[in-house]
């Protein structure tokens, strides 16, 4: 497994459910579609000057789950007494994303994973000695790796936990560690997404399939889709 290091519908008001609105989060921010519609024009502005051909290799629903990952991981952060390092390597983050380092995706996208990278290295540093993760997050795990055909179907995951490497083991515990932080201060901030960005995650450790793509393997769900409502809720 090359693991690499790298987020319940209720009633609805009509104050909390507006078209123009992509996201809610807490009591005072929204982000709305002409947020989003800013940072996509930004990226192909900026892709243009750099003389680069092609469509823009982000959408509309990638900006949504980035801004609010930006904005729960600054909640977490500071419940956590965590600060971002003054450098980030955006130049890194812009050849992950194929979009030039100025882009304003590559900074919001960088801030939050860096964020998410230093919760799992402090919840490495205060996890127990021969801390194992759970039964259900390795299930997890294994099944997520299977349906990307990154595990062979044949093998039960009673081996499949036996042949986990123990770094690999270690960083599945210390995600489920910053995962369920994560997923106490999205619950507190009683996000509302807009359905057409649903389903919506953060992912707090993805996984490198044999083609070099970076997929979610870890991650803090927020919320299902329901074509009945403008907006929903994350319990």
């Known amino acids: 497994m090359a693991v690499v290091a790298s987020l319940t519908v209720a009633g609805l008001s009509a104050c909390r459910s507006e078209p123009s609105v992509a996201a809610y989060v807490g009591d005072s921010t929204r982000i709305t579609e002409k947020r989003v519609q800013e940072i996509w024009d930004d990226a192909r502005t900026s892709l243009s000057e750099a003389g680069a051909q092609g469509t823009v290799p982000i959408s509309r629903g990638d900006i949504v789950r980035t801004l ?16 971002l390092p003054t450098n980030l390597p955006l130049g890194d983050y812009a050849t992950q ?3 030039p380092e100025q882009a304003e995706y590559v900074r ?46 044949s093998l039960p995951f009673e081996q499949f936990k036996t042949q986990l490497p123990a770094d690999n083991l270690q960083l599945v515990t210390t995600s489920a560690a910053v995962r ?56």
């Open 97 to 99: 994303l194929k979009l």
């Open 68 to 83: 609010v990952s930006a904005d729960v991981m600054t909640e977490v952060a500071k419940r956590e007494n965590v600060t």
């Open 108 to 153: 919001l996208y960088a801030e939050s994973d860096a964020l998410i990278r230093l919760l799992r290295e402090r919840a490495g540093a205060s996890a127990s000695s021969g801390a194992q993760p759970s039964d259900d997050d390795l299930r997890t795990v294994y099944d997520t790796l299977r349906e990307a055909g990154e595990v062979d179907p």
């Open 180 to 235: 369920d932080e994560v997923a106490a201060a999205a619950g507190d901030l009683k996000i509302k997404v807009n359905p057409r960005y649903q389903p919506l995650q953060i992912s707090v450790l993805d996984f490198q399939t044999q083609q070099g793509q970076l997929r979610p393997l870890v991650t803090v769900p927020l919320g299902a889709a329901d074509a009945g409502a403008p907006v929903i809720d994350v319990s």
